[in-house]
């Protein structure tokens, strides 16, 4: 999880202080998900699904409502995606230098149902799920039930943000450390 230290400084006016911020996040969330995907792309059709085995990753964080502000005003109001209404997210993408690219999400709801308002009560601000672009959600999530005998938290690929097609798979490190991984569909 990032430390507050590392959230502020995304807020910061300075941007290389926001740029070393989202680095130190982004590489923090590759270490995550790192152990588990390396395992997925020995299957060589999982392998071809990921961008023949290079694939685009997002680290994706949530913040409480204030810090989503504060965030979005210092990276210069960049556009708010298109979320499904039925999901409880506000959200918008950050990119960087060498490929770090990061997706802060808060609630809609705060103290709701929802999954971010859940997130946030549980474990405060800090890396939430780990984004996976592939050709094909509906053929990876048949491959990760088949052949690593993984559950989809959704029974069908659903909607995302931007038009998108998205799944989640609540994925177990080596460690026993869980990671939610979300596989993206553009």
Not at 127 to 150: C, G, M, P, T
Not at 161 to 185: C, H, M, Q, W, Y
Request: hydrophobic share 45%; no cysteine.
């Amino acid at each position: 999880m990032p430390d507050d230290s590392l959230i502020l400084k995304l807020a910061s006016a300075g941007p290389s202080a926001r740029e070393s911020a989202a680095a130190e996040i982004f590489a923090r969330g590759r270490a995550l998900a790192e152990p588990i995907v390396a395992d997925w792309l020995k299957d060589s059709d999982l392998h071809a699904n990921f961008n023949a085995g290079n694939p685009q990753m997002t680290v994706g964080f949530a913040v409480f409502p204030e810090t989503f502000g504060e965030i979005r005003a210092a990276n210069g109001n960049p556009r708010l995606a298109d979320v499904p209404p039925d999901q409880d997210a506000i959200e918008f993408e950050l990119h960087f230098a060498g490929g770090v690219q990061i997706d802060v999400l808060t609630t809609k709801t705060p103290g709701g149902p929802g999954a971010i308002a859940r997130f946030l009560e549980k474990f405060g601000e800090g890396i939430q799920q780990i984004e996976f672009d592939v050709k094909s959600v509906d053929e990876a999530a048949e491959i990760l039930r088949s052949r690593f005998n993984l559950a989809a938290l959704y029974p069908a690929t659903r909607s995302g943000a931007d038009g998108t097609r998205v799944n989640f798979f609540l994925a177990s490190r080596p460690d026993g450390r869980k990671v939610l991984i979300e596989l993206v569909e553009k």
